[in-house]
């Protein structure tokens, strides 16, 4: 496989699983030592291109690095920046707003499809968590007495 960045060499293969990082053995490294992404600023449409579709619900799967929790990244000039994040700023031509943090609806942290990405106060957020044993409690009507 061909570096990313448009120069032509050949990458190496991961020596070893990293399934935290999308880290397969065997696989190509999407860029060869030292080179990174060239060219002009992030696309939405460089973002897709970097997924895989599902289907059946619409997401857009991130096929990149990621963190150890599951969600998106990518290293921008130096910095580590969450995918979804990136994808909804861009798709929405602002910033989420402050106070509030991206959503998953679709309850996908791998998927950077804009329309499944909406700002949500942290509260919010928990409470909508299926596994957050704040958001398990506050959807209790009896006490378990």
């Not at 293969?13 to 030292?34: I, Q, S």
């Not at 990174?36 to 970097?50: C, D, K, M, N, S």
């Not at 969600?71 to 910033?95: D, F, I, K, Q, S």
């Not at 989420?96 to 106060?121: F, K, M, Q, W």
């Amino acid at each position: 496989m061909s570096c990313a960045c448009g120069c032509g060499q050949v990458t190496p293969v991961y020596g070893k699983d990293r399934p935290w990082y999308g880290h397969r053995a065997g696989e190509h490294m999407p860029f060869a030592p030292g080179h990174a992404r060239r060219g002009g600023p992030v696309t939405l449409e460089w973002l897709i291109g970097r997924c895989e579709p599902e289907p059946n619900c619409g997401c857009l799967i991130w096929t990149g690095d990621k963190s150890k929790s599951g969600y998106p990244l990518v290293v921008l000039h130096g910095r580590t920046v969450r995918v979804h994040r990136l994808a909804y700023e861009l798709a929405n031509g602002a910033p989420i707003p402050s106070g509030y943090e991206p959503d998953h609806i679709c309850e996908v942290r791998s998927c950077i499809n804009p329309a499944h990405i909406r700002p949500l106060t942290h509260r919010e957020n928990t409470l909508r968590s299926r596994t957050n044993q704040a958001a398990i409690f506050a959807r209790r009507t009896v006490c378990p007495k």
